[in-house]
Nanobody
Framework: QVQLVESGGGLVQAGGSLRLSCAASRSIFSINDMGWYRQAPGKQRELVAA???????NYADSVKGRFTISRDNAKNTVYLQMNSLKPEDTAVYYCHMYYYGAYWGQGTQVTVSS
């Protein structure tokens, strides 16, 4: 069983920045599939950004150029740096890992005011 604990969400004005962290309860060194998803009220959960063990990244078109995903294997932590935030980025953000099955964090609320 793997635990994922997110932190760093909050309320920010449009144009502001937040950094989300996802701490895993096991080593992520060899984990190839880690990422961040988000779910806004009334909408389906969507992929925001993903990163492989080789640090290849993938982003949703809506966040390209504004968000950056990274990983620190020594700290078993994945980050999501979010800049130039927009009201439409408001959602619950979830950390995801695939390791012999899918694991999800509890989610952290990000609210962007206009």
């Amino acid at each position: 069983q793997v635990q994922l604990v997110e932190s760093g969400g909050g309320l920010v004005q449009a144009g502001g920045s937040l950094r989300l962290s996802c701490a895993a309860s096991r080593s992520i060194f060899s984990i190839n599939d880690m990422g961040w998803y988000r779910q806004a009220p009334g909408k389906q959960r969507e992929l925001v950004a993903a990163i492989t063990s080789g640090r290849i990244t993938n982003y949703a078109d809506s966040v390209k150029g504004r968000f950056t995903i990274s990983r620190d294997n020594a700290k078993n932590t994945v980050y999501l740096q979010m800049n130039s935030l927009k009201p439409e980025d408001t959602a619950v953000y979830y950390c995801h890992m695939y390791y012999y099955g899918a694991y999800w964090g509890q989610g952290t609320q990000v609210t962007v005011s206009s």
